[in-house]
């Protein structure tokens, strides 16, 4: 079995204590409340680590475990065969920044997150682009002044 | 919390934060004690004297598009209404046994509740200042009930304080006051506070710790039948021989700062989280039916829009029957429409490039529900807890008791999860079982004894995977609103967005009247101009 796929049978199998291997977790982050109408306290969740794991614990939602999206009075995109993923610039700009409904990440992702969830879409889900994305790259997109100084 | 020691000390207090803590604090004090004004509703708009065949399609059938629909019929339009849904109300929502929710993706799930039980997917509460909603509930005869906001008696939990269990509301925030109260004495009394505040004031202030803090007579919070009387007690005051109450230990300092206790008792100030709240009786969609009552003969349901069209003579919108696949052109003289943004940006619509650069640039948040049905009301019956809500660190955010039926025999719908950011993206990632498996581990946690003994059926929604909205509430920041609030909400030619979008009370049903009111007026002003 692939590393994803044994996520998944860990999923499937209803064994959903944060994540099957603890030395890939960080600390968990606390976050506290935003605005309109949610629960109260802080919550902090185990700190996905590898390109698997952030896609579970956060790209899933939307895009869907197999990456195929939905349709419904609009369309989350399919990640799945997408050849707009062929360029690391496109996923990095939409995932640091935002697109429509999806929020910017930047502030829930470290530049090391977002790096490794883009390398696994684009070498899973029928895509092959095997480049992996440097944390470097994902920062000169993300933080422009940030990359001035590299 | 005992607030009522606040008004008199507010300026002392502010300075001694201020002197302690630095403008910063001082600014955050100020700003959850300052004065909040109530509302911005002055009443319905009362519009009137439409030009004779004057006509307006609306788009979406929830609360702002229908109040839109029933004001501007009132003031003489030809109302049309297009519902990409086969229900009107749209997020104002309630699932109940026999219902069937697919969500994006697929996954179809049959809710199983008994009757007369219910969770509301969407909204679920109603400040006392949300006066637009509230005048609306009264004019269209919707019974309202307390919702139980607040409940001293309910559980706080931290995976990282307390070791890890559940500990009462009450005794964190009394041990948390206490401390402070202790701490800021102690500063008054070594002088580290004389060239801030003056004597008399010094005086007045350690007299209100005093009191407010439970302190004793040397200012220091110690276990006592006296702190006892705010966090509970180790054997409560009884009758008869044992009637003589025991005072209960206080917990650790170190826990009691874990921040789950101050940011679960700094909740309850917000503005929109204060008591009192309402909720309508029998499912918050009881709102969303009496709207719809006022305007069912103008809705056309399973019409999915496809195109908005416009020209200085009216609006074409082409949509397509989801149930027959055909398609159709509906025209008018104006458009009022309340698609999210996330749909919208979707669709081709026929604005400026300014309105479409801020129809794009607002993304949605994504929170999720889920609804547990329990066999008995184990939270009454042996935790003693009669609504309101256990804050917990874990991904599910908290546990919301039912403020109906209370002290009902039989199954009964409990909150179990009402998760956000990172804990509402893990939530969505997983098929409804695996959530429903996710919340009864997480909330056994804060009532291991009964959770899964008792727990018959449940649901989720994941708002990220709601087939008509694409997430649950538009979330603006500073930038955006700055870049693209205006341009939103101004009218288009003969165009005006309306729903929680266009306002400043997002993801509030609030919000959305208050946007369709404000739209409309506009709307008519221009009409009669035209």
């Avoid at chain 1, 949610?38 to 590898?50: D, E, L, S």
């Avoid at chain 1, 952030?54 to 899933?60: L, T």
């Avoid at chain 2, 939990?157 to 948390?176: I, L």
Wanted: proline share 5%.
């Amino acid at each position: 079995m692939t590393p994803a796929n044994i996520l998944r049978a860990t999923l499937a199998a209803g064994l959903l204590v944060a994540f099957a291997l603890p030395s890939a977790v960080a600390p968990a982050a606390a976050q506290a409340v935003q605005g309109g109408d949610t629960g109260g306290g802080v919550v902090r969740v185990a700190k996905p680590v590898t390109g698997a794991q952030v896609y579970q614990s956060v790209c899933q939602a939307c895009h869907m475990q197999d990456g195929k999206g939905g349709s419904g009075a609009g369309t989350i995109p399919a990640l799945a065969s997408n050849p707009r993923l062929a360029g690391a610039a496109y996923p990095i700009m939409v995932v640091s920044k935002g697109k429509g409904a999806m929020p910017s990440f930047t502030d829930l992702l470290s530049d090391a997150q977002m790096a490794n969830v883009i390398t696994y879409v684009r070498t899973n889900f029928g895509n092959s682009y095997a480049k992996p994305v440097s944390e470097a790259e994902v920062a000169r997109i993300a933080h422009p002044p940030a990359a001035a100084r590299d | 919390m005992d607030m009522g020691a606040r008004t008199p000390t507010r300026r002392q207090l502010l300075s001694a934060i201020a002197a302690v803590g630095g403008t910063a604090a001082l600014y955050q004090a100020m700003t959850t004690l300052g004065h909040a004004a109530e509302t911005q509703f002055a009443g319905p708009p009362n519009l009137s004297g439409a030009k004779p065949g004057a006509s307006v399609i609306v788009l979406g059938a929830g609360l702002a598009g229908m109040l839109a629909a029933h004001e501007l019929t009132k003031a003489g339009y030809k109302v049309k209404i297009l519902e990409y849904q086969d229900r009107a109300g749209g997020r104002n929502w309630s699932l109940r046994g026999g219902d069937t929710y697919t969500e994006l993706g697929g996954a179809t799930q049959k809710v199983g509740f008994a009757p007369g039980n219910y969770m509301n997917p969407g909204p679920w509460r109603i400040p006392h200042h949300h006066r637009t909603l509230l005048h609306y509930c009264k004019s269209f005869g919707v019974a309202l009930e307390p919702f139980i906001q607040f409940n001293h008696n309910t559980y706080v939990h931290s995976s990282q304080a307390f070791g890890g269990k559940p500990v009462r509301f009450n005794a964190a925030a009394a041990d948390f006051e206490g401390n402070i109260a202790e701490l800021l004495a102690k500063s008054v009394n070594q002088k580290a506070l004389d060239e801030a505040v003056t004597l008399e004031d010094r005086e007045r202030l350690l007299e209100a710790l005093r009191g407010w803090g439970m302190l004793d007579k040397d200012y220091k919070y110690v276990s006592s039948l006296r702190t006892s009387g705010h966090r509970g007690f180790e054997r409560p005051p009884g009758g008869g021989v044992n009637g003589a109450p025991i005072a209960s230990p206080l917990y650790d300092f170190h826990d009691v700062l874990d921040p789950q206790v101050w940011t679960s008792m700094a909740f309850f100030m917000g503005h929109e989280m204060q008591t009192t709240m309402f909720q309508p009786v029998g499912g918050m969609d009881m709102i969303g039916k009496a709207f719809a009552k006022q305007v069912q003969q103008l809705i056309t349901y399973n019409a999915k829009v496809t195109k908005i069209a416009q020209d200085d003579k009216g609006v074409a919108v082409t949509y397509q029957d989801t149930a027959t696949g055909q398609t159709a052109t509906a025209a008018a003289d104006w458009c009022v429409c309340t698609i999210p943004l996330g749909v919208l940006g979707q669709i081709d619509t026929q604005v400026t490039d300014a309105m479409m650069a801020a129809i794009k640039a607002v993304p949605y948040s994504g929170q999720v529900k889920i609804g547990l049905e329990m066999r008995r009301r184990f939270w009454e019956e042996d935790d003693y807890i009669y609504g309101g809500h256990s804050f917990t660190d874990q991904e599910i955010a908290l546990i919301s008791y039912p403020n109906n039926n209370l002290f009902g025999d039989g199954p009964a719908v409990l909150l179990g999860a009402f998760a956000r950011e990172m804990g509402a993206y893990r939530l969505a990632g997983m098929t409804p079982q695996q959530r429903i498996e996710a919340a009864l581990q997480q909330g056994s946690v804060i009532h291991p004894a009964n959770y899964r003994k008792e727990f018959v059926t449940g649901a989720s929604v994941a708002w990220s995977r709601v087939p008509w909205t694409l997430g649950c509430c538009a979330r603006w920041n500073e930038d955006t609103r700055k870049t693209h609030y205006q341009t939103l909400v101004a009218m288009d030619r003969r165009i005006v967005l309306a729903g929680e979008h266009a306002s400043y009370v997002g993801c509030w049903m609030e919000g959305a009247l208050l946007s369709s009111i404000d739209a409309i007026t506009r709307l008519h002003k221009r009409a009669l101009e035209a």
